[in-house]
């Protein structure tokens, strides 16, 4: 009877989830629509507008079915037994196979589209992890070259990306740095998309991601971020999910992590511990790819402080709005750089930062 109550509140919640982003994706449609009559009628164009958004049918059965049995084999039944019995394991499966690809389809890619015409561009998507933003972004681009360390994350991208036949994918397993084959004989592209990424990551591989990246650019070229926690932010919601939690020195979270409400993170960190101990290079390691957060400091480190210059899209526009709200902390954090004269560009006060940085033309 538990199960039973338990499944139909489970299919309660995505249905309303489902209604959720069918309705914020009328409206901004709907937005869409108007605000190109607009320019049309200044302009004095007639012509119809280009389609925002290429018709994909996220929610089409054939393909929550495939995607399902490609996460079970490449990725759900590689983590530990009690995940799959566990409340996270069906809300993952939504957000993997829906929720995730339609919000970047749906708003990321239009946000973009706004500071920079996709037609044609040359990409680099660096951690492109399971496909979720690259099949976003496939059908307004040229061509993605995806960087992505793991196979079992790209089996699934490219099952991902199969489904829908689009071809115009190309992946790498190498790091990307500098040294990288796709970047000899200094070729230049128009985007490097970093999506969830630069959490992820300690601070020589960020600068070496970044540096490499305004290197790969053309100029005028974008660097494109999105989905990344900010570490000024009061409530840690991607990894530990508890309060303060990317402000603790590391013996403290070390010892905190028992009181994180998130099953998944508290047994694999205990797990390290157990394996490696307390004070090991292994906790901190596995501390780290769980994702801590960036915040101005690491982009003025390797951008210089001319960095809040360079950003065209700040995260606070209406087109990703109805993807990243605005929180209690977003408001918080801009009023301290208010109140304290922080000069800091205000995509940095957001708790998920969603920023596009400009490759000056000088470069």
């Known amino acids: 009877m538990a199960l039973r109550e338990r499944d139909l509140a489970i299919d309660e919640r995505d249905r309303a989830l489902r209604d959720r982003d069918e309705a914020q994706l009328a409206l901004r449609r709907a937005w869409a629509e108007l605000e190109s009559s607009r320019i049309a009628s200044e302009s004095g164009q007639s012509s119809q507008p280009e389609p925002e958004c290429v018709p994909l049918d996220f929610m089409d059965a054939r393909y929550q079915e495939h995607m399902k049995a490609v996460l079970m084999r490449w990725k759900f039944s590689l983590l530990p037994e009690n995940y799959l019995t566990s409340k996270q394991y069906p809300i993952d499966v939504i957000e993997e196979t829906y929720h995730r690809v339609n919000r970047f389809h749906s708003y990321l890619v239009p946000w973009v589209r706004r500071a920079f015409d996709l037609k044609g561009a040359r990409v680099i998507e660096v ?31 490219k099952e991902r990306l199969r489904f829908w036949g689009i071809e115009n994918i190309s992946f790498e397993t190498g790091l ?14 128009d985007i490097v998309l970093l999506i969830a990424v630069l959490e992820h990551v300690h601070f020589h591989e960020f600068r070496e991601i970044l540096e490499t990246a305004m290197k790969a650019l053309r100029p005028g070229g974008v660097i494109v971020i999105g989905e990344t926690p900010n570490r000024l932010s009061f409530h840690d919601s991607h990894s530990s999910q508890i309060d303060f939690f990317q402000w603790l020195p590391p013996e403290i979270k070390q010892e905190y992590y028992r009181f994180s409400p998130r099953a998944h993170f508290a047994h694999d960190i205990g797990d390290t511990i157990r394996e490696h101990g307390a004070n090991s290079l292994a906790l901190q390691e596995r501390l780290v790819r769980w994702g801590r957060g960036v915040s101005f400091h690491d982009f003025e480190l390797v951008l210089s402080p001319k960095v809040h210059d360079m950003i065209v899209l700040d995260g606070w526009e209406d087109e990703i709005l109805p993807m990243a709200p605005v929180s209690d902390d977003d408001e918080v954090i801009l009023d301290i750089f208010r109140r304290a004269h922080v000069k800091a560009n205000k995509a940095f006060a957001r708790s998920w930062m969603y920023l596009v940085i400009r490759k000056p033309d000088c470069q």
């Open 127 to 157: 951690g492109s992890g399971t496909g979720s933003s690259t099949l976003a972004f496939a059908p307004y681009v040229d061509h993605i070259h995806c960087f992505e360390l793991e196979e079992n994350p790209i089996a699934v991208a």
């Open 176 to 189: 990307f740095d500098r040294s990288a084959p796709l970047l000899a004989g200094d070729r230049q592209f």
